[in-house]
């Protein structure tokens, strides 16, 4: 089975500290993989999505960053955190399937920054 | 320009009782939508799928009606139950593009 994890599952940071969020994805070679953020009452903002290591689309202009060092590795990243930066941040891999695109979500990262 | 509309931000139905989330989207390319369901500190999780080529596809308690000429689709869930509180999300895609709604707040009142 394929299966997405994320860790920290919670994270309590200072306004301008650094931030690592890890996304591993097992049971598939090659994957597209993204970052989602959900704020209070907001829906699901695609950030980045990556098609292969080291290929990194940004969607949004920000204060965050991404990089996908290994195959199944896809880190999200700040050097500054804003206090807008807080919300839940979720991983995600592509089905695979080109013309029927469904989208599986690992179990998130709840942010808060203070 | 939000292409994939969810008007309703929250809806609250009676235990037993049939739910309705609806969902509007603009672009006609969109060719695969998609309802998901998230409960609180969760990844949202899959639910049920409709190609364009069809108008109706159903799983168990869950229905989703697609509305080509209206661009218009919905989820019906009935009977409801206690379970089914939590925000879903409906998606459209085209290709490999996907495009989320703002999600919509179900409570299944007892």
């Known amino acids: 089975s394929q299966t997405i994890h994320q860790w920290p599952a919670t994270l309590v940071q200072p306004v301008g500290s650094p931030l690592s969020l890890e996304c591993t994805v097992e049971?598939?070679?090659?994957?597209?993989l993204y970052w989602y953020r959900q704020a209070a009452g907001r829906g699901l903002q695609l950030l980045f999505y990556s098609v292969g290591i080291g290929q990194i689309s940004s969607e949004v202009p920000q204060n965050l960053s991404a990089s996908r060092p290994q195959d199944r590795q896809f880190i999200l990243s700040s050097k500054k955190l804003l206090l807008s930066d807080s919300g839940f941040y979720l991983c995600?891999?592509?089905?695979?399937?080109?013309?029927?695109?469904?989208?599986?979500f690992g179990p998130g990262t709840r942010l808060l920054v203070l | 320009d939000q292409q994939v509309k969810q008007n309703s931000p929250s809806l609250s139905v009676q235990e037993g009782r049939i739910s309705i989330l609806n969902c509007d989207y603009t672009?006609?390319?969109?060719?695969?939508f998609l309802w998901y369901k998230k409960y609180p500190a969760e990844g949202p999780t899959f639910l049920i799928s409709?190609?364009?080529?069809?108008d109706k596809n159903e799983d168990g308690r869950f229905t989703v009606f697609l509305n080509k000429s209206a661009k218009h689709l919905s989820l019906h869930i009935v009977p409801s139950q206690p379970g089914d509180s939590a925000v879903y999300f409906c998606a459209a895609s085209y290709r490999d593009k996907i495009i989320f709604g703002k999600g919509t707040r179900l409570h299944i009142l007892p």
């Open positions: 049971g598939t070679s090659n994957p597209n």
């Open positions: 672009n006609s390319m969109f060719d695969y």
């Open positions: 409709i190609s364009s080529i069809k």
């Open positions: 995600a891999r592509s089905s695979g399937d080109f013309y029927q695109e469904t989208q599986y």
